[in-house]
């Protein structure tokens, strides 16, 4: 009988650049991590919640790469799941 060992993913770093409104020159504002708690906090609500891309205006790839990343957090511990 075969043991099969599971994949471990590639811990991805994407930098995330968000273009400001009116003008052409974009604005990094850092690699995707879930270390990254000061860049993880722009992408949560007040209540805790992930916001959506049509509010975040990320990429699809960036939205699923910081709701892994925000995920993580949570379970590490490094932020709450919901805020009281």
């Not at 994949?7 to 690699?31: D, E, N, R, W, Y």
């Not at 916001?51 to 790469?65: C, F, M």
């Not at 910081?66 to 993580?72: E, N, S, V």
Request: proline share 5%; no cysteine; aromatic share 6%.
């Amino acid at each position: 009988m075969r043991k099969y060992s599971k994949k471990v993913k590639a811990q991805v770093t994407i930098p995330i650049i968000l273009h400001k409104t009116g003008s052409g020159v974009p604005f990094a504002m850092g690699t995707v991590d879930y270390k990254n708690i000061a860049l993880l906090r722009k992408f949560i609500s007040v209540e805790g919640k992930i916001l959506p891309r049509r509010v975040t205006g990320l990429t699809a790839k960036e939205q699923r790469n910081i709701a892994t990343a925000i995920k993580t957090a949570r379970v590490v511990g490094l932020l709450p799941f919901i805020n009281q």
